[in-house]
């Protein structure tokens, strides 16, 4: 068995009862954030960015919330492009579940070492693309329940914890939804 944590989460990893899998459960943690020195972050590709600055003109969420203040710099225009496909959606789920407030963030924009650390899917998946977000609210069973019939990119949920939405597989036509749970 392994135990790994970092960011905010725990990981333990081991083989299934008849060794023919490995499993896995991830449990995220809010952890405080420290504030980036500068306010600040360069993007290739894309610039200057403030980490305070709204993703959306108007969003609630800002790219501060997306790169955990700073801490993960994303590393193309694409991932940037993401980002905003994200904010986009967490506008509407702020404002149809949550009478226009934000939605705690837990995770949204991992580097490939960070998402290494703390997901199943090491360097790779959807948070390194920008478009998935980890999230909890006090009514995140029903916007799982409503999103797990409806949505064609991923969803899944760690009851009590946060839901996950992802934006991969979603504009491609023909592309087999993903549900799982944590």
Same mark, same amino acid.
């Given at each position: 068995?392994?135990?790994?944590?970092?960011?905010?989460?725990?990981?333990?990893?081991?083989?299934?009862?008849?060794?023919?899998?490995?499993?896995?459960?991830?449990?995220?943690?809010?952890?405080?954030?420290?504030?980036?020195?500068?306010?600040?972050?360069?993007?290739?590709?894309?610039?200057?960015?403030?980490?305070?600055?709204?993703?959306?003109?108007? *969003?609630?969420?800002?790219?501060?919330?997306?790169?955990?203040?700073?801490?993960?710099?994303?590393? *193309?225009?694409?991932?940037?492009?993401?980002?905003?496909?994200?904010?986009?959606?967490?506008?509407?789920?702020?404002?149809?579940?949550?009478?226009?407030?934000?939605?705690?963030?837990?995770?949204?924009?991992?580097?490939? %070492?960070?998402?290494?650390?703390?997901?199943?899917?090491?360097?790779?998946?959807?948070?390194?693309?920008? *478009? %998935?977000?980890?999230?909890?609210?006090?009514?995140?069973?029903?916007?799982?329940?409503?999103?797990?019939? *409806?949505?064609?990119?991923?969803?899944?949920?760690?009851?009590?914890?946060?839901?996950?939405?992802?934006?991969?597989?979603?504009?491609?036509?023909?592309?087999?939804?993903?549900?799982?749970?944590?």
């Amino acid at each position: 068995m392994q135990l790994q944590s970092g960011y905010g989460s725990l990981t333990v990893q081991g083989w299934s009862p008849n060794d023919k899998a490995m499993m896995g459960a991830t449990v995220v943690t809010t952890a405080p954030v420290g504030i980036h020195p500068t306010g600040n972050i360069q993007v290739p590709e894309w610039g200057d960015v403030k980490l305070g600055e709204p993703i959306i003109p108007g *969003s609630l969420y800002t790219w501060g919330d997306a790169t955990r203040q700073g801490e993960r710099i994303p590393e *193309s225009k694409a991932v940037m492009q993401g980002i905003v496909l994200a904010a986009g959606l967490l506008d509407e789920l702020s404002k149809k579940y949550r009478d226009g407030q934000k939605l705690q963030i837990n995770s949204w924009y991992r580097d490939p %070492a960070s998402n290494a650390a703390v997901s199943s899917t090491g360097r790779t998946g959807p948070h390194t693309t920008g *478009s %998935a977000v980890d999230f909890f609210s006090d009514n995140m069973d029903q916007i799982h329940a409503d999103y797990n019939r *409806s949505w064609d990119g991923g969803v899944a949920i760690s009851p009590g914890s946060f839901v996950h939405i992802d934006f991969i597989g979603k504009d491609l036509p023909g592309t087999p939804r993903r549900r799982w749970t944590y």
